[in-house]
Nanobody, 126 residues
Framework: QVHLMESGGGSVQAGGSLRLSCAAS????????MGWFRQAPGKEREAVGL????????YVADSVKGRFTISQDNSKSTVYLQMNSLKPEDAAMYYC???????????????????WGQGTQVTVHS
């Protein structure tokens, strides 16, 4: 089992920025899909951004394009979500997730993911 630990959430004013971090440990593999989902009250969990293996970004939600950036550090043990120009509608619990299926399934469907972090709360005030 892969263990995922998120950090970096908080409360900010609209237009502000946050950077979320997800550190992976445990039984990892060289081929993987890893990234971020979010879920707001009354809404379904949705993918935000995903990276496959060596850093190929395979998915970015239309709602965050141009504002959020998913990236990976040089050690490939940590994935980040840089969140700029935050809007009230971005407020949600943000979850790190991972799986070791094929690249094709690194496409935003939550059902493919096996490992989940506990979540980090992002609140945006208007």
């Amino acid at each position: 089992q892969v263990h995922l630990m998120e950090s970096g959430g908080g409360s900010v004013q609209a237009g502000g920025s946050l950077r979320l971090s997800c550190a992976a440990s445990g039984n990892t593999y060289s081929s993987y899909c890893m990234g971020w989902f979010r879920q707001a009250p009354g809404k379904e969990r949705e993918a935000v951004g995903l990276i496959y293996s060596g850093g190929d970004v395979t998915y970015v939600a239309d709602s965050v394009k141009g504002r959020f950036t998913i990236s990976q550090d040089n050690s490939k043990s940590t994935v980040y979500l840089q969140m700029n120009s935050l809007k009230p509608e971005d407020a949600a619990m943000y979850y790190c997730a991972a799986h070791f299926r094929s690249r094709i399934t690194c496409s935003g469907a939550a059902a493919y993911f096996d490992s989940w972090g506990q979540g980090t709360q992002v609140t945006v005030h208007s």
